[in-house]
């Protein structure tokens, strides 16, 4: 879609079989595909349709792309472990690169696999590992800023609603950033951070807040503006663009019936 002039067009074809996940590559040249067989395939537009990994990934469980989109990282199991595993996306060079210390157990979604920046580390990679301080509870969702020095995550103690914390990689230091269940998510510039749930979206900037909120739940994680200031959002009937800055919203669709911000 056409920001300025509110046209659409499409820019190619893209074959998918009966997939439970799919991802884009960074650039939206390629899309990963995770079938009921734990096998992993690359489309592209034009219909280029290529199976690069064969009954290693968990079926529930996403792709997760290098910013390069040279390499996509992803949860398998090996030997009874929960294991994350790399693999290029043109084909070949998998390998295990970390492996979980307790039994497998197949209780769905794992969470996210966040790559830095450089696309040289994920929270969790084998080789040599750093074990992390982060607070109470259990981390899930990793984000690393694009400075590379603060990871966010959300963490889950028993019992309490779950919350949204900082680690600062340097000093150790772990910040509470806001309560909800919500995905972190940096811009680009490294000075907000989106927090995505259900039916809400929440920005943080210092002490600033700004929510979204909708009553039709976000079908994906929100995308981030090149220059942080705007956030797309999809919902099961509209797809809308929000300020980060205002309480300002923008339809892209036409039945934008359900959305508020405040």
């Known amino acids: 879609i056409d920001l300025r002039t509110g046209r659409s067009r499409r820019i190619g074809v893209v074959r998918l079989a009966d997939f439970y996940e799919t991802t884009w590559s960074p650039g939206a040249r390629a899309i990963a595909s995770t079938n009921e067989n734990g096998d992993i395939y690359i489309s592209r537009p034009g219909g280029r349709f290529r199976r690069i990994v064969r009954g290693r990934a968990e079926p529930e469980n996403t792709t997760f792309w290098t910013p390069s989109g040279r390499r996509i990282a992803f949860f398998g199991v090996e030997k009874k472990r ?87 990689l340097a000093t150790n230091v772990v910040r509470r950033v806001s309560t909800g269940a919500g995905m972190p998510l940096w811009s680009p510039d490294g000075r907000r951070l989106a927090i995505h749930e259900k039916h809400r979206l929440l920005v943080v900037q210092g002490r600033k807040r700004l929510v979204a909120a909708t009553h039709s739940p976000l079908l994906t994680p929100p995308t981030w503006s090149a220059d942080s200031r705007h956030l797309a959002l999809a919902t099961n009937r509209d797809l809308v663009v929000v300020s980060a800055e205002r309480r300002k919203t923008r339809r892209l669709t036409r039945e934008l019936r359900s959305f508020r911000i405040h």
């Open 82 to 168: 929960l294991s994350v595993f790399v693999v290029r996306s043109s084909g070949g060079g998998l390998r295990r690169v970390a492996t979980s210390v307790a039994p497998y157990q197949d209780f769905g979604p794992r969470g996210r696999l966040s790559w830095s920046p450089d696309g040289r580390r994920l929270p969790a990679s084998g080789g040599r590992m750093r074990r992390l301080a982060t607070g109470r509870g259990r981390p899930s969702d990793p984000a690393w800023s694009p400075d590379v020095r603060t990871i966010a995550f959300r963490a889950q103690v028993r019992g309490e609603r779950a919350t949204i914390r900082t680690l600062d």
